[in-house]
């Protein structure tokens, strides 16, 4: 059973952000982390369309790894199909992602909050439940960006990024409001905090960034112990943690970038 892997799924690199949190707190745990960079961006897709290739890839997915426990850490995935995927495939625990949007309602001193995410989860519904039930109290700016997915994926494979272009996406969270200023910024999307030093750099005025990352390793390792418990073995040295992704197309950039989160590219 402990061979079984953990799977992480998500549209690109952005969920090497929660993969590099699991690690630490899972270090004798074997992962596969499979990128739908054939279908990146996920913003740019009808939500149909979308969900209905997130479930069947998980199909071929489940088949192939066997995987002890399923992890979305993309936020649009997520929002979108978690339901779904539990539904079609009940005998496979899943771990989904959910804008850190509690977590910054409770730390907020100014009362402004603004969750910079991809246009696909600023829209869905279930992003405005999660402001209606743990955010009432604040005031909360949902900005959609086009760019900044796109702009950790080259800053990930490339080392450079226009920094304006940073900016510009990030300044729409920066809110003055009867003499105070936006404190939190929730950074929904698994991408970004890959960006967060050029955020940082960028930003009008200093904020908290939060991201679900840690969260997300957390719940994924509580749930390892509910389905495995007292199980603790290491996978055999010739297990090695993969990278797949659906494009079945890696550049030398993006090989190096797997193998520097010790991925080897399948």
Sequence with gaps: MANRPVLMFDSGVGGLTVLREARVLMPDRRFVYFADDAAFPYGDWEEPALNERIVSLFGDLIKRYRPQVAVVPCNTASTLSLSDLREAYPETPFVGTVPAIKPAAERTRSGLVSVLATPGTVKRQYTRDL????????HVRLVGSTQLARLAEIYMREGFVDEEAVRAEIEPCFVERDGLRTDIVVLACTHYPFLINRMRKMAPWPVDWIDSSEAIA?????????????????PPKDMHDVAV???????????????GFGLSVS
Excluded at 131 to 138: F, L, P
Excluded at 222 to 233: I, K, M, Q, R, W
Excluded at 248 to 256: E, H, L, Q
């Design 245 to 259: 992704f659906s494009s079945g197309s890696v550049d030398f950039a993006t090989r190096r970038l797997m193998q």
């Design 218 to 234: 957390r719940r994924t390792l509580s749930l390892l112990g509910e389905v495995n418990p007292g199980e603790h073995a290491a």
């Design 131 to 138: 402001i209606g039930k743990w955010a009432g109290q604040c």
